[in-house]
């Protein structure tokens, strides 16, 4: 059974830092490519980053270039986004996601599109 379980959320203030983790089991988490979503209330959800299966190739939104930084530790079968500069509007839930193959870093902005995704992980950005 494919499961991806996200921690590592938390409440922090404007300009603090936090490493949301994605321990993946049920597959082989280094024959594809990741990524992490996030969604705020009554907001789209929107995609952050991407990262191939190797962890040689990746991606991120204009959004949060520079501040978001994911990376992999296959070994551990377990995916990161270190988040620094926080800002208020970063509080989201925080999802990691899979994507269909090893090299495809899928960019979907509809939590359905990706083949697997766990119950999220949520962030408070507060002053």
């Known amino acids: 059974q494919v499961q991806l379980v996200e921690s590592g959320g938390g409440m922090v203030q404007p300009g603090n830092s936090l490493r949301l983790s994605c321990l993946a089991s049920g597959f082989t988490f280094s024959d594809y490519a990741m990524a992490w979503v996030r969604q705020a209330p009554g907001k789209a959800l929107e995609w952050l980053c991407s990262?191939?299966?190797?962890?040689?190739?990746?991606t991120c939104a204009g959004s949060v270039s520079g501040r978001f930084t994911i990376s992999r530790d296959n070994a551990k079968n377990t995916l990161y986004l270190q988040m620094n500069n926080l800002k208020p509007e970063d509080a989201a839930l925080y999802y990691c996601?899979?994507?269909?193959?090893?090299?495809?870093?899928?960019?979907?902005?509809?939590?359905?599109?990706?083949?697997?995704r766990g119950q999220g992980t949520q962030v408070t950005v507060f002053s």
């Open positions: 990262i191939n299966n190797r962890g040689l190739g990746i």
């Open positions: 996601a899979r994507c269909q193959d090893a090299g495809h870093l899928c960019t979907y902005t509809n939590l359905r599109d990706y083949p697997a």
